[in-house]
């Protein structure tokens, strides 16, 4: 997961660059980058870290130019090198920036491929890089000499489309012409575009991961880029769309509005708030079934993103809400942190529990969902340890049963702890006396009532269902000894292994 922004203005675009990046925060603390365009000239600065510690005055100076992209990083595919924080850059053909947002499933036969056909040179292990390779040889061969036009780049991405496996909304930055942006053929990561008005009378464009970030700098949202469609908007403001895929489908991912989006978001024409509130209704449903009046004392949530979620719950259930826990807005995600021991002191760091809040009663603990069980764990623990008499655990989530290959880095299967175990064993892990999980079909239904046009989903971290159609058990399997093993020869095992797959597929 990562936020990505692109910008096309008639005025110096680094601080508002910069300022939409800070509306993105949220779906990525690693690293941050902004590349400009200034008379054909990029100008590009990155780091490791916080939008705020990145950037300096120094860094913003030298970053000239009318249009622009910019980019948050969670690493999903690579590493957390600086060598690999975005934007990317290559210098053939116009010159090209991008910034990416997903995960490619065939990044590693892509790079192959790209070395040996396209004769193309990748220089990290990141797949963003050679998402950018393959629409810069794209972009090469749909052109002309030095012309370019938006007909030439729309064949450009309807090749990628056939090319590239996986989920991807991206933007980019070419040289001398304009902002290109595109999304994955299933629609699985979000992107969307508005437009500002200026004093002069001339429009100004924003493509952004979230339309919180086109809203909070004063744009209005104009839609979402479907699935499958490139926008062009060149440096004249003129914009220019086409469906560059034949049989394009929306599965937007389930875990956006669980948990990784800004809850004042919408997303697909279903705002991510409204949707929190009805997974807090349809858990409310099942916990009724469970649990007889009485039994619960008072709800509380896990901050910050399962708070719509318990609202809406204490208020169906007719039980009190309260807020137990206060959370440190510094700390990272413990999901996302190498090993327990470092996530379990995470937690302590980043919630600290309000001892009366608990002292003699029943807590209905509310998460948006449980993935490893280290952070439920040590929160149920304290709860105890502030007075609470019983622990009850819900997870406005269903089971995380599987690892998100699209964009989110979930552990592998083994981490994973319900994967393998019945809600009861999930139960004593936690230490918890009770736990409730949402139901699959009553988190699609969440979404579903908030827009009926949704009617399929990326939940492949709960239901196993795969959209793109080319990961398997196997290609699960080759993944995690990679990911455990990360040695060169299981790098080209994965390569042929994912040859195989694509040849398959082809073949059918």
Request: proline share 4%; with cysteine.
């Amino acid at each position: 997961m990562c936020g990505i922004v692109g910008l096309v203005s008639h005025a110096p675009v680094n601080q508002m660059l910069y300022d939409a990046l800070l509306l993105l925060q949220h779906r990525g603390q690693d690293a941050a980058g902004i590349a400009t365009s200034n008379s054909g000239t990029f100008s590009m600065y990155k780091a490791n870290g916080l939008v705020r510690d990145v950037f300096r005055t120094r860094n913003m100076r030298s970053l000239l130019g009318n249009s622009g992209i910019g980019h948050v990083r969670y690493p999903t595919a690579g590493s957390s090198s600086e060598e690999e924080a975005q934007p990317f850059y290559v210098n053939a053909p116009f010159g090209i920036t991008l910034a990416h947002n997903g995960n490619l499933t065939n990044w590693e036969h892509l790079k192959q491929d790209m070395f040996t056909n396209d004769r193309r040179h990748i220089n990290t292990n990141s797949d963003s890089e050679v998402l950018l390779n393959v629409l810069a040889h794209e972009i090469q061969e749909a052109s002309s000499g030095t012309t370019l036009d938006p007909a030439a780049l729309f064949k450009a991405v309807r090749v990628l489309h056939k090319r590239v496996r996986g989920a991807y909304a991206a933007v980019a930055q070419i040289s001398g012409h304009g902002l290109l942006a595109f999304r994955d053929p299933f629609g699985i990561r979000p992107l969307c575009y508005g437009i500002m008005e200026t004093e002069s009378g001339k429009s100004e464009y924003m493509v952004a991961s979230e339309s919180v970030a086109l809203e909070g700098m004063g744009y209005r949202f104009v839609r979402d880029i479907a699935p499958g469609e490139a926008i062009f908007i060149d440096l004249d403001g003129g914009v220019h769309t086409e469906q560059c895929h034949d049989n394009p489908t929306l599965n937007i991912c389930a875990f956006e509005y669980v948990y990784l989006a800004r809850p004042d978001s919408v997303i697909d024409g279903a705002s991510v708030y409204a949707t929190r509130l009805r997974m807090g209704e349809y858990l409310a449903d099942k916990i009724k079934q469970q649990f007889s009046a009485g039994d619960i004392d008072v709800v509380m949530p896990i901050p910050d993103s399962s708070r719509p979620a318990a609202i809406q719950l204490a208020l169906k259930l007719g039980i009190e809400y309260r807020e137990g826990f206060i959370k440190n807005r510094y700390i990272g995600r413990t999901f996302i942190m190498p090993g327990q021991a470092m996530r379990k002191k995470s937690v302590r760091q980043k919630l600290n529990a309000i001892g009366a809040e608990f002292k003699g009663k029943t807590v209905l603990l509310v998460d948006d969902s449980i993935v490893r069980g280290t952070t439920s764990r040590e929160i149920v623990q304290m709860a105890r340890e502030s007075g609470a008499k019983k622990v009850i655990f819900a997870s406005a989530a269903p089971p995380v049963l599987y690892p998100n290959v699209y964009g989110i880095d979930m552990p592998t299967r083994d981490e994973l702890i319900a994967f393998g175990r019945s809600h009861e064993e999930i139960c004593r892990e936690i230490t918890a006396d009770a736990l409730v999980y949402q139901d699959v079909d009553a988190l699609k239904r969440s979404i579903y009532d908030v827009n009926p046009e949704l009617q399929s989903f990326e939940a492949s971290c709960f239901d196993g269902i795969y959209v793109t159609g080319d990961v398997t058990p196997q290609y699960l399997d080759r993944l995690e000894f990679a990911r455990h093993h990360p040695t060169k020869s299981v790098i080209e095992d994965a390569t042929r292994t994912q040859l195989n797959l694509n040849k398959a597929t082809t073949e059918q």
